[in-house]
């Protein structure tokens, strides 16, 4: 059976779905807005997780109505946590690009779609070689009205970064 490791937001309460859905052995990794700050001490944890657990793939999700990303962060930067303000960040720079491009209503999507993919390859990068290179990295988001997780497929997101510049 796989094993599989999600990064999530505690405020989407996606526990039960992603268990609904994939019924495998699922672990959970939770931090506000799936804004993870992988320090050394972070990656040794999830090293650990991951080789104890024989863990196979790891997930990143998001809901579509996360309430920090359509409150776009700014309330949580006072926290001054690392992984909130670096994510806080990132989002406003990229919003700001994309909203020359599309309509408010599709940008949320986007721009979350965007994070997670950076977020992913930081995930790759961060983690030590040998064990990278034995997982499965995927994203999705979590479609409330659906019930459903829609795989992020990056590929599509480059040709978008593409045509946008």
């Known amino acids: 059976m796989r094993k599989k490791l999600y990064f999530i937001c505690p405020t989407d309460h996606l526990e039960m779905e992603i268990d609904r859905i994939t019924r495998v052995e ?32 790891i997930n990143l999700v998001l809901s579509d109505e996360n309430l920090f990303w359509k409150d776009d962060l700014s309330f949580l930067e006072a926290t001054k946590t690392k992984g909130i303000i670096e994510a806080s960040k990132q989002t406003k720079s990229k919003r700001k690009e994309l ?3 599309f309509e408010a209503e599709h940008l949320n999507d986007i721009v979350l ?6 977020k992913q390859k930081e995930m790759q990068s961060r983690l030590p070689k040998w064990i990278s290179a034995s997982l499965i990295f995927k ?11 829609e795989r992020i497929r990056f590929d599509r997101l480059e040709l978008l970064k593409f045509s946008l510049n």
Request: charge should be positive.
């Open 26 to 57: 699922n672990f959970y990794f939770s931090s506000l807005a799936n804004s993870i700050y992988l320090d050394q001490e972070t990656v040794g944890q999830l090293s650990d997780l991951i080789e104890t657990h024989q863990i196979q793939e």
């Open 99 to 101: 909203r020359k491009h």
């Open 113 to 118: 779609k965007h994070f997670l993919k950076a």
């Open 139 to 149: 994203s999705f988001l979590y479609v409330k009205q659906k019930r459903s997780l």
